[in-house]
């Protein structure tokens, strides 16, 4: 569904990714883990279109993503669920989730989707009237994850939507992720700090450090790796 390929992108001097090549096929669900600065959510901004590629390709579904506008990517069915969640802080939840359903899958889907989000998030029907800028960090989490998933969208990037919770409210947020791509058969690409977390959640990894994929592997290979369990694990 999503084949990158010796990818490069950057800021100013910056080399951000220094020639990434991973794949993602339909129905997958696959974690990018790596320390701060690795390229992680540059990676996420080259595939959703607001930072632009210095050289490399990335097709989605065979087609040259690189040749489509950053604003009709949604549209094809790329929903990027950004780092630090960026909710619209003055509007409810609803109208948040209302935001998220601009593509035409998304306004098509609507009250199927909308069903699904309030059984999953319990707690987002029960706020549905309440601004979103005003929920705890994990409530905004699924509110972000929420409006992703409002446009219908066939691959979902999740940029570390752990960061800043307690690990309790961390591993809720882990949990609903295997239960959408189980429930709504989604290709999911999750970008992580929280390596083991991320990789105990998915089928395959990417491990990506200073802009390159120094390892992959399927989830038990990466685990019981000794470089991951020294680097990630402090063993
Ligand atoms: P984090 O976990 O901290 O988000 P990351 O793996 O997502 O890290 P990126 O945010 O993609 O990494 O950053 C990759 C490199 O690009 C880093 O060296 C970072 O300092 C640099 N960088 C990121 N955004 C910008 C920017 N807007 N301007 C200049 N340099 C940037």
Known sequence: M???R???????GVMALAGVTLSVAAGEFVSVVGPNGAGKTTLFKTVSGTVAARAGSI????QDLLAVPAHQRPHLGIAH???G????PSLSVEENLQ???FTEAGRRDWAANIEYIYRLFPILLERRRQLAGTLSGGQQQMVAIARGLASSPKLLLLDEPSMGLAPTV???IFDAVVEIRRARNLTVVLVEQRAVEALESCDRGYVLETGRVVLSGGQNELLSDDRIRKAYLGM
């Open 59 to 62: 097709r989605f579904e065979g």
């Open 6 to 12: 010796d990818l490069e992108a950057g800021y100013g």
């Open 85 to 88: 969640r960026q909710v619209f």
């Open 2 to 4: 999503l084949e990158i």
């Open 170 to 172: 961390a591993d809720q």
């Open 99 to 101: 935001m998220g359903a």
């Open 81 to 83: 669920v950004p780092e």
